[in-house]
């Protein structure tokens, strides 16, 4: 497996797909660039979600993470992409990211996106 960033988030198969159960995930050191000013955005990640029928793997979670270092974006825009991009790859039960940008100026930001895969059908 690469050890580059990537936009691939691979998966595999739930080892439990006829149980609910909780899988979380802690990305402390997110990195991101203010598309305004090019300046470093750091941000603590949180994960969780139920999965359904297949499961993140984790290194390619990593470096999906890892891709948004030199990229600009805008908190809200970063934390609902990432919400998307999971969605996507694996169609979970549910799912909540907590994008937990630390302070600058004075002000931190805490964008949370959450999906209920009841509540799309």
């Not at 439990?16 to 402390?28: C, L, T, W």
């Not at 908190?75 to 909540?96: F, G, M, S, W």
């Not at 630390?102 to 059908?121: E, L, M, S, Y």
């Amino acid at each position: 497996m690469s050890s580059k960033p990537s936009k691939e988030i691979q998966t595999f198969p739930n080892p439990a797909a006829d149980r609910d159960y909780e899988i979380a995930f802690d990305v402390p050191e997110f990195t991101c660039l203010c598309p305004l000013t090019g300046q470093p955005d750091f941000a603590r990640f949180t994960i969780k979600y139920v999965p359904d029928q297949l499961c993140v793997e984790l290194k390619s979670l990593k470096l999906y993470m890892w891709s948004y270092r030199n990229e600009g974006a805008f908190h809200e825009k970063v934390t609902n992409t990432i919400a998307d991009d999971i969605i996507q790859a694996i169609q979970p039960r549910k799912l909540t990211v907590v994008g937990d940008f630390f302070v600058r100026g004075g002000i931190g930001t805490i964008v949370t996106v959450t999906h209920d895969k009841k509540q799309q059908a």
